[in-house]
C-alpha cells in the first residue's frame, strides 16, 4: 500500500493513537487502513468411497492436485463459498455440508475452512482453474503430488477420522515449507 | 475506495476479465482491488458455572454486555487472536479453548469464530473497551442488555449444549435486525 484510497495521499506506517500495532495511516484524511487474515472456503466432496480431487490449471502449482477451495467473497455464508468453490473448480453440487476443519496459515494472513459432504451426482466436470477432476480412493490419493499442505493435512486428518467411523471438527496450524514438499507424514 | 492504493490514481467498478464480480480496478496500473470478509473471534471465558461478559465502553453498543471478541489481526491464528481479545478486554487468561461456533453475518461482511474453555483464574478486569467486567451465572445473563445477537446465539447455544452435558461445534447465519433488539427467543 503506497497511497489512501480514500484521498489519494501517500500514506505512512505508524502505531494510531490508542493502538499497539503498526498501520497504514494517512495523515491528510486521517483514515487509518486496517489489514486483516483472508478466508479460505473449500470443501472434501464425497461419491461412496471416493473423494474428489481438481488438478490444478493456474499457479501456483500448476498441475498438481488439491481440493476445491478459494477466498470467501463479501456477502457469503463460508458454506455459500466452499460451494460457489466446488462448482466453479469441479463442477460439483454438494448436499448437505458438515464444518470438518479450519487451518491457520499465519504467515501468509490466511485461515482456511473445509468442509465435508457428499455429492449430489458422480457427474463432475472441470472449471476454469482445473486440468481435470477426478474421484480417487483413499489409495489412490496422489499425496506427492498435492499441491499445498493444508490439503494434505486436510486428506491426512479426513482417512484417519474415517477408519474410526467417527469425523470431528479440527483445528490446526501449518508452518511455512522449509524444504520441498515431500508427503503426508512431514511438516 | 477512491483511489488505488498502489499507484494512487482513481479507481473505478468493473468486472475484471475471467472473473464474474464487481471488484475496484485500477487503468493506470492494472491493479484489482479485492475485498473479502473480515473474520472476528473471540470466546466465552468459564470460571466454575459461571461466564465473563464485558460491558462496552466504546461504540456501537455503549454500555451493553458482550462475550469478548475482536478483528482477527494478520500474523494471528485464530486462537492467538481470541486470547488477545480476551486480555484487552477483560485482562482474562484463557486456558485451553476449543473451538465452539461460526457464525455468518453476511450482510456485513464478518465471519464469527468462537471459542470456549475455562479462564485460568477469577481475576479479572476491564481493559480499555470496557466500564466493567463481570461473571455472570446462566441465571444472570442480561439477555435484553446483551450488545449483538450474535453473543446472544452464542449463548443460548452455549447453556443448551450445558444443560445436555455435551457440547458441539455450531454454525448459523446471523440476519440483520428488523427490529430493536428485544431478546434470546426472537430472531
Known sequence: MNYCSNCG????????AGDDRNRYLCDHCGMIHYQNPKMVVGCIPEWEEKIL???????PRYGYWT???????????????ARREAFEE????????????????AFVNQIYFMFRGPMT????????????VRLFTEDDIPWDDLAFTVMRETLTRY??????????FHMGDIAPLSKSFSGPDTA
Chains 1, 2 share one sequence.
Open 67 to 81: 481440493l476445491p477451495a478459494g477466498y470467501l467473497e463479501n456477502g457469503e455464508t463460508v458454506a455459500d463459498g
Open 159 to 168: 482417512f484417519r477420522d474415517r477408519e474410526r467411523g467417527a469425523f470431528s
Open 90 to 105: 469441479a463442477r460439483v453440487r454438494m448436499a448437505v455440508m458438515e464444518p470438518y476443519a479450519l487451518f491457520n496459515l
Open 121 to 132: 451426482s458422480p457427474n463432475v466436470g472441470a472449471g476454469d482453474e482445473s486440468l481435470t
Open 53 to 59: 480431487l481438481c488438478r490444478r490449471s493456474i499457479e
Open 9 to 16: 495521499h501517500p500514506v505512512h506506517i505508524g502505531v494510531p
